[in-house]
């Protein structure tokens, strides 16, 4: 995922420019639900994570099934 202008975003292609992190679906729903991604962006507004949200709710893969190329 990276942090584009205020909003998480899912980057699963890695192409997106931004800050970028990765994170365990169960470990990310709850950084959205508690704000938490402002401080790991480095951010000083609250971040809108609801676009990452959908994506690991409709997406099956977690963290630990992806192989880095």
């Given at each position: 995922?990276?942090?584009v202008d205020g909003?998480?975003?899912?980057?699963p292609k890695r192409s997106l420019s931004g800050?970028?992190?990765?994170?365990?679906?169960?470990c990310a729903?709850?950084?959205?639900?508690?704000g938490a991604?402002?401080?790991?962006?480095?951010?000083?507004e609250p971040l809108d994570g609801?676009?990452?949200?959908?994506?690991?709710?409709?997406?099956e893969t977690d963290a630990k099934d992806m192989t880095l190329t």
């Open positions: 995922m990276v942090c909003k998480v975003l899912p980057d800050r970028g992190a990765w994170v365990h679906r169960k729903v709850r950084a959205v639900e508690r991604f402002r401080w790991s962006f480095r951010q000083s609801s676009q990452l949200l959908i994506y690991l709710t409709n997406y």
